[in-house]
């Protein structure tokens, strides 16, 4: 019995030691920071705005790897499954953290499977569509899909995106009817719309910004409770007459499940940091992302009160992506 008793006590003990001893080493090699959507967009933008000063507080490489596909789940899956040491990291979009639990039946990772670390940024939507579209205002917009029931597609990041649940609450509370378009991020979904073979799109501003301004794209609104400082001269959806619609997204950094504390503390406290910076702040502004920060147990909380919403929302709607 003793002997039994002193195995385990020496085995907890070791078991500790290795962990402080990690703890007290991390980072000793370049961490992989796993982002769930091909390059552009807003997700994509927020682990590339952390990367560069997240490697200078902590003194390694910090390398961004794009892992599209699954509606984001290739990546959580993987990160689900990394090894619990820091050095690979998700880069969770909101809709993929909080929707697919909803919308999918069958997953490769769950909640449970990853550690809050902080979260990044947050970012309004904002409804554009092809300069084709003969409306000026999201008025004109609406009363035109009406009138052309399933005449306009509208373009999303996949099935069971924000771009997706989001437009077909706009659909819901609009009464209006749109084809469905999924494609594997924003990224191509743009293309598309800017070609003109897909009319609509509501999506973060940092993907179209640049499109706006170029007059390739009308913006018709942002679904925030404020106008985006990137896009000044475009209306809230509550200015533009469409009061109660709001939608918005954000982006937030995790860690396999079992990542120890301490390593946790040491991320979190760097990431802060890191969007304390000038250059960030500048690059964020450009770029149309804001920087908001929330420590590991405030993100807990969001992903708690924001997956009970979501589903809700998507039983209500009927959306699923099985």
Do not use: C
């Amino acid at each position: 019995m003793k002997s039994t008793l002193s195995r385990l006590l020496a085995g907890a003990a070791g078991i500790a030691l290795s962990t402080l001893a990690l703890s007290q080493t991390y980072p000793s090699k370049p961490i992989t920071v796993i982002v769930p959507n091909p390059p552009g967009g807003v997700v994509d933008t927020s682990a590339r705005l952390l990367a560069e000063p997240l490697a200078r507080i902590l003194n390694t490489n910090v390398v961004v790897d794009n892992k599209g596909g699954g509606s984001g789940n290739v990546a959580y899956g993987l990160v689900a499954r990394a090894p619990a040491d820091g050095y690979t990291l998700l880069t969770s979009y909101s809709a993929y953290h909080v929707g697919n639990p909803s919308l999918m039946s069958k997953l490769p990772w769950a909640q449970k499977d990853l550690a809050p670390v902080a979260l990044l940024t947050a970012a309004t939507n904002v409804i554009t569509a092809h300069p084709s579209v003969p409306a000026n205002n999201l008025k004109e917009l609406l009363e035109y899909i009406k009138s052309n029931p399933g005449k306009l597609s509208y373009a999303s990041q996949g099935n069971g995106s924000l771009s997706h649940v989001g437009t077909e609450m706009l659909k819901s509370q609009t009464g209006t009817s749109m084809v469905h378009i999924p494609y594997r991020g924003s990224g191509p979904a743009i293309q598309d719309v800017l070609a003109g073979q897909v009319q609509v799109f509501m999506t973060t501003p940092p993907s179209v910004m640049q499109h706006v301004q170029a007059g390739k794209l009308k913006a018709y609104a942002v679904t925030g409770k404020s106008r985006h400082p990137g896009m000044p001269q475009v209306p809230t959806t509550a200015e533009a007459g469409l009061k109660g619609f709001e939608l918005e997204a954000w982006v937030a950094i995790f860690a396999p499940a079992g990542t120890p504390a301490d390593i946790i503390s040491k991320l979190t406290n760097a990431i802060r940091q890191s969007l304390e910076q000038p250059d960030v702040k500048t690059r964020a502004a450009a770029a149309g992302v804001e920087l908001r920060y929330l420590p590991p147990d405030a993100l807990d909380a969001l992903v708690k009160r924001e997956t009970d919403y979501w589903a809700k929302v998507i039983k209500s709607a009927g959306i699923t992506a099985d």
